[in-house]
């Protein structure tokens, strides 16, 4: 399934000034990349590690170069073994997906240095944006609601001493982070010191970047993003919000769009701030700007900006007909924005699930191993996107990320319906996956009422769940 046709549909134009593209990533995302490539006339160049190398990826590419062993600091992390393959094999741009180093400033950087044009927001805009703690700083500055959080602290002691003025509980979170990698709830000074160095081990494995930083944690949170796209013109725009509340451990598990149960004036203002966020920090390419929803209080405030494409990015493009990452082309390439707030508008609802190779009677552990039966769902409004494959070995070394089934309706029960359905029709064998936990989530009243917060796996949807193992 190919985005909703609409209004806000860019056409198959290509980027004018570009011609050949390496996308330094793996799994779904590189084949998303190379699908919008091929759709813009774009040659396309992939890295893959030796794990990689036989892939859905290498074989979709009209080149795969192998740069390395699976550890990614030795392969997808290593900035020098990218850039060589891009400059060796004529490449004129690099796409970097998410994760790995899609927002590593340096990375950006030094694709710019190189002659070669980085398909996302500027290296100025990755740097400020990617720091956590000065993103938060500049929407303080621009006016939106923050949360109350300290600086980057260097040391434990610096982090107890500011978990003292904060308050437990709270959030420790990775400067360089996202996908919730390096994050982790304390309720008091003991638990602070127990996680502290992991966390920011984490942080280093994932990021290059072990950097960390505390915020207040709210318990019954809601989850809610803005989608911008912005151009080298000036011209920011956002295409509505997704609701990703639905997670496990600060693992996105289940995606929507149009955030569901938002008060107008909420929703409105949500939007402006997003907006205006991205408008501050200068964004010329493709952004999310997360906020955090007090279901209490019904205040919101900034949690952080992605500069980068999200891999919820589909709900969004389902309702809105915008192809996201053919946009970011077109600004990478300096073409101004095809459409105007006003062009853009959202019908319908679609829905999200992230499909992992993971074992959820055994705490969710991912499962490493080959794939022996992959049967996809098909069938009206549902999309699918994976490098998923009969043969697929799941490797230890990344994310246990199997696909996305995505789901569209006139309506949020209806989308809800099609993925619950979506679900049942997947069939893989060879590695245990979450599928069924996933489906149980989307079918469970709360859930269908819009009446979940951040913690509502933990809380009930999980126990829930293994009580029917």
């Given at each position: 399934m190919t985005a909703r046709p609409g209004p806000g549909t860019t056409g198959p134009e290509t980027a004018r000034t570009l011609r050949r593209v390496l996308i330094a990533n793996r799994g779904e995302i590189a084949v998303r990349v190379i699908r919008a490539c091929r759709q813009l006339g774009l040659e396309t160049v992939v890295v893959v590690s030796t794990a990689d190398r036989d892939g859905l990826p290498a074989r979709l590419a009209d080149r795969a170069i192998c740069i390395g062993p699976p550890p990614a600091t030795q392969s997808y992390l290593a900035i020098g073994s990218v850039l060589s393959a891009a400059l060796g094999t004529g490449c004129d741009a690099v796409h970097p997906g998410y994760g790995f180093l899609s927002e590593n400033p340096d990375f950006a950087a030094a694709c710019v240095d190189a002659g070669l044009v980085f398909v996302g927001p500027s290296p100025a805009v990755v740097a400020q944006a990617g720091d956590k703690a000065r993103a938060r700083e500049l929407a303080q500055a621009t006016g939106i609601p923050v949360l109350s959080g300290s600086p980057i602290l260097d040391s434990l002691e610096a982090a107890c001493a500011a978990a003292g003025r904060l308050g437990y509980p709270v959030l420790?979170?990775?400067?360089?982070?996202?996908?919730g990698r390096g994050m982790s709830v304390v309720e008091d000074q003991a638990g602070?010191?127990?996680?502290?160095?992991a966390a920011g081990s984490e942080a280093q494995s994932a990021f290059g970047d072990g950097r960390l930083y505390l915020e207040r944690f709210i318990r019954r949170a809601r989850h809610i993003e803005v989608q911008v796209l912005g151009d080298r013109h000036g011209?920011?725009?956002h295409l509505g919000e997704r609701d990703c509340t639905l997670q496990?451990?600060?693992?996105?598990?289940?995606?929507?769009?149009?955030?569901p149960d938002l008060a107008a004036g909420t929703r409105a203002?949500?939007?402006a701030s997003g907006v205006a966020f991205a408008q501050a920090l200068g964004l010329d390419s493709a952004g999310t700007v997360e906020f955090i929803y007090d279901?209490?209080?019904g205040e919101y405030a900034f949690l952080e900006f992605n500069a980068r494409i999200q891999v919820e990015h589909p709900v969004t493009e389902l309702v809105t007909g915008v192809d996201l990452v053919a946009s970011q082309f077109r600004s990478a390439a300096g073409e101004p924005l095809a459409l105007s707030q006003p062009d853009i508008t959202l019908t319908g609802h679609a829905i999200e699930a992230r499909i992992t190779a993971e074992d959820p009677g055994r705490g969710?552990?991912?499962?490493?191993g080959t794939v022996t039966t992959w049967i996809p769902p098909n069938g009206p409004d549902i999309r699918v996107d994976t490098s998923c494959e009969r043969g697929y070995v799941v490797s230890p070394y990344y994310d246990s990320l199997l696909a996305k089934i995505i789901a569209y309706g006139p309506d949020r029960d209806t989308a809800a319906d099609r993925l619950s359905a979506a679900l049942g029709q997947l069939q893989v064998a060879g590695v245990?996956?979450?599928?069924?936990?996933?489906r149980t989530a989307v079918d469970h009243p709360d859930f269908r009422a819009g009446q979940v917060s951040t913690d509502w796996i933990a809380a009930r949807g999980l126990p829930d769940y293994l009580e029917k193992l």
């Open positions: 420790i979170k990775a400067a360089a982070g996202g996908g602070l010191r127990a996680r502290w160095s011209s920011v725009v496990r451990r600060h693992q996105k598990v289940v995606e929507e769009s149009p955030a203002a949500i939007r279901t209490d209080t969710f552990i991912p499962t490493p245990p996956t979450n599928t069924g936990f996933v």
